[in-house]
């Protein structure tokens, strides 16, 4: 759990989101709807976004799992997603916010060493993530700006890596921010 080991017995029917919430005081993942349509209960399991209200605790036994709470850097600074959404205004209230840090942290991380996402992928990447609040242009800009500094920052191997790196960033700067 957030990279420290956690030993413990599940109920056959206890769902992820209670052993993390209720189990762990790891409440940071939020209950919304408890149909995995909301998103607010996203985590990542072995690297991968998912709904933790439709996670069985006892089937996410042997595999790691990652919380919004295990999100910081050790020094208590925000990850690169986080401070990028901020910048953008890309919260509001805060309920949606850590279902859609940890989903979009997926995307922001598999795009690191390859071309920027489009607003069109950003959008369709956010569908199981429901916001009241911002009208999800800032969030879209969050992701961007996450995607560009992430790309920025990747190791470069080649040429054409290094090109889409300068042209994140050209594209950052075009549009003021």
Request: with cysteine.
């Amino acid at each position: 759990m957030n990279g420290r080991p956690e030993q413990f017995s599940a109920r056959p029917n206890e769902l992820l989101v209670e052993r993390l919430r209720d189990g762990l005081g790891l409440t940071g993942t939020k209950v919304g709807c408890d149909t995995g349509q909301c998103g607010t209960c996203v985590v990542r399991l072995d690297g991968r976004s998912v709904k933790s209200c439709l996670v069985l605790t006892a089937s996410a036994g042997g595999s790691e799992v990652a919380t919004i709470e295990g999100e910081t850097t050790r020094g208590g600074e925000l990850t690169g997603l986080q401070e990028a959404l901020r910048q953008e205004h890309g919260t509001q209230c805060g309920f949606c916010t850590p279902g859609m840090v940890m989903a979009l942290g997926e995307l922001v991380d598999s795009t690191a060493g390859g071309a920027a996402p489009t607003e069109a992928e950003i959008r369709e990447w956010l569908t199981g993530n429901l916001c009241r609040c911002t009208g999800y242009h800032s969030v879209v800009r969050g992701v961007q700006r996450a995607c560009a500094v992430a790309r920025a920052e990747a190791p470069v191997g080649t040429a054409e890596s290094a090109a889409v790196a300068a042209s994140g960033a050209a594209a950052q700067e075009v549009r003021g921010t």
